[in-house]
């Protein structure tokens, strides 16, 4: 079987209609279909429901799809670790991240990338990633995410979820906040693609307790500026600016974490250098974070 024709199936199914995959194939809409025609007509499955011009994937196809992303990983994979048998390293790593980890975590570590390092390619993830497709798009992915077993990981930190307030705050004379003095506050919120907000807000829950009021921001850097204007506390794991005092958010008498680790697949074939490098990027954290706020 074609890789090619594994290819074209695969972009009809990522892009939803044959014209829109035909447009980032760079081929007309009547050869892509052919092209998928042959390819049922090969497997002898039908792959696609085709009703009122639209494409529906049959359930054969949704379990062939799982197959043929497999294959193209694999085929891509194989052309790779034949590139890096030529040139004796790893010359390329592509790595992912949510926006507030690749920000304060990933963008700080590839600053003290080395020329004999992999060269870097950082791109931000949504914080609900799927897990399989994260990993079959990047070298290595950094999030916190508890990943399922079978998947190649490290744990990097544990990062505290800050209450920031201005220097003269009330609260300032302590270290930490309990979540249900904290829920008296007006709080300033990213949206629920942050998880801090996902982790304060099961807090709440689990307490039984509502905030006094909420500020939402799609931008963590407005989170900070409102809350150096005095419109609250905002609630964030981003490294402070404005002068902002961080407090530590106390729920059962513990703070309030995200758990951060690093993961690539274990049958990679430069899974020895990934290994490496994510024992770099922990001792990274630890002196950027541990040794700060201790």
Partial sequence: METRLLRYFTAVVEAGTVSAA???????????SRQIRQLEHYLGLTLFHRAHGRLQLTTEGRAFYTTARDLLQHHHEAAEYAAQLAQGGMPRISLGAPNTTLTDIVAPFVA???PADPVPSVSELAIDLEVTSALSAFDMVVAPVRWPAGVQSLHLLD?????????DHPWTQYDAVPLATLAQ????????????????E?????????????????????AHALAAARRGAAILTDDPRYELRPLQILHREKPLQIHLYAAWRGHHHARDTLE?????????CHARYVQTHS
Avoid: C, M, N
């Fill in 185 to 200: 506050e007006t709080l300033i919120l990213p949206t629920s693609g942050f998880k801090a907000r996902r982790v304060l």
């Fill in 159 to 167: 990062l505290p979820v800050w209450a920031y307030v201005p220097v």
């Fill in 202 to 222: 099961a807090a709440l829950e689990e307490a039984d307790l509502r905030p006094a009021a909420v500020l939402e921001t799609k931008h963590s850097e407005v």
């Fill in 22 to 32: 035909a447009d980032q194939l760079h081929i007309t809409q009547p050869s892509l």
């Fill in 112 to 114: 003290t990338f080395q």
């Fill in 276 to 284: 490496s490098l994510a024992h770099r990027l922990r001792d990274f």
